[in-house]
């Protein structure tokens, strides 16, 4: 029996995550704004700088997570959608970076952690201010598509 076999609550949380005060590494945030706006019942959204062990408990509630934030220009100029599970391996100090480690707190703190997914969406402007630039904010839509059709597909993930 794997972790994801135990007993869920069912709900979705969505984590946006990044430094909002950076231009494109606001992306997190905005698309948590958006997703707030849809007002979908069981779906919970949190806008936050950096992912903390603290997450974790929500994370153990959930039946699916969905984390999006930005990347430079070197790691890609597509938005990405991969699925995640715990790498305990990498856990090497508080500071969480990946969201697979905070997969594995969850599922070491509560036995269990949910069928996960990382959003990646390319930006280009990572210098302090509001604005996004272009790619960001055409990231940004792609990204809603990919959301929009995992938060669709959830109810055919077994529980």
Request: glycine share 8%; net charge negative; proline share 9%.
């Amino acid at each position: 029996m794997t972790s994801k076999d135990l007993p869920v609550i069912g709900d979705i949380v969505i984590i946006g995550y990044g430094d909002a005060m950076r231009g494109d590494g606001a992306v997190g945030h905005k698309i948590a704004q958006r997703i707030v706006q849809w007002g979908l019942p069981d779906v919970r959204v949190i806008a936050t700088p950096r992912l903390t062990p603290e997450i974790s408990e929500e994370l153990s509630q959930s039946h699916l997570a969905i984390f999006v934030h930005a990347i430079p220009p070197s790691r890609g100029e597509e938005v990405t959608a991969q699925a995640l599970d715990p790498c305990p391996s990498k856990i090497t100090s508080s500071r969480i970076e990946d969201p697979c480690v905070l997969l594995s707190i969850t599922q070491a703190t509560y036995g269990r952690y949910p069928y996960a997914w990382c959003i990646e969406v390319p930006g280009v402007n990572f210098d302090f201010g509001p604005n996004l630039s272009p790619e960001a904010e055409h990231g940004i839509g792609v990204a809603l598509e990919r959301i929009n059709h995992l938060i669709e597909e959830s109810c055919y993930l077994p529980v």
